[in-house]
C-alpha cells in the first residue's frame, strides 16, 4: 500500500528568512502506522528570483522520541515557476505495542518540518497528529 498527500506552497524570496510558521493537525486510521512507505507531492510556485538549494528537514516524534529523520533537496527553481516535488518517505517499523501508545495518545506524535533556502530558514510547519481504531476515516 502507498499512501499520497498534497500539499502547495509559494516561495517567494521575502519570505526567506521570516521564519513563517504553519501549523496543523490531522487524523489518521492507526492501520497508516503499519505502512512501509508513503509519499507526499509538494506543489509550490517560486516568485520573481530564483530559488537555489531548497531543502526540507522533517522530523517526526512520538512525545520525545525521534521515530525517523528525513532530509530532502531540490537543487534549483526557474523564477516564476510552479513545480511539483515528489517525497518518498521510508517509514519506521513499529511495535504494536508503540502503535496502541499513539492511538491512546492523540496529539503526542508530532512532526517539525523546516524548509530552507541557500540554508536560510523561510518555513516551519509543525504539525500534530491523532490515529483512530477504526480501518478507515
Known amino acids: 500500500f502507498f499512501f499520497k498527500q498534497k500539499t502547495a506552497y509559494e516561495i517567494a524570496q521575502r519570505l526567506v528568512g521570516s521564519e513563517m510558521c ?3 493537525r490531522s487524523t489518521w486510521a492507526k492501520e497508516f502506522l503499519r505502512l512501509k ?4 507531492t509538494v506543489e509550490f510556485r517560486v516568485g520573481p528570483t ?3 538549494n531548497l531543502r526540507m528537514i ?7 522520541k525521534l521515530l525517523q529523520s528525513y532530509d530532502f533537496t531540490f537543487g534549483y ?3 516564476n515557476s510552479a513545480n511539483t516535488w515528489e517525497l518518498i518517505y521510508s517509514l519506521p517499523k513499529l511495535s504494536e505495542a508503540e502503535i496502541n501508545e499513539m492511538v491512546k495518545n492523540p496529539g503526542k506524535t508530532k512532526s517539525d518540518s523546516f524548509y530552507f533556502v ?4 523561510f518555513m516551519h510547519h509543525k504539525a ?5 481504531p477504526q480501518l478507515f476515516i
Do not use: S
Not at 118 to 121: D, Q, R, S, V, Y
Not at 128 to 132: I, R, S
Open 118 to 121: 541557500e540554508n536560510k530558514l
Open 37 to 40: 512507505t508513503i509519499g507526499t
Open 77 to 79: 527553481c526557474i523564477p
Open 22 to 24: 504553519i501549523r496543523d
Open 58 to 64: 522533517e522530523r517526526h516524534y512520538f512525545g520525545e
Open 128 to 132: 500534530e497528529y491523532e490515529y483512530t
Open 50 to 52: 530564483e530559488v537555489k
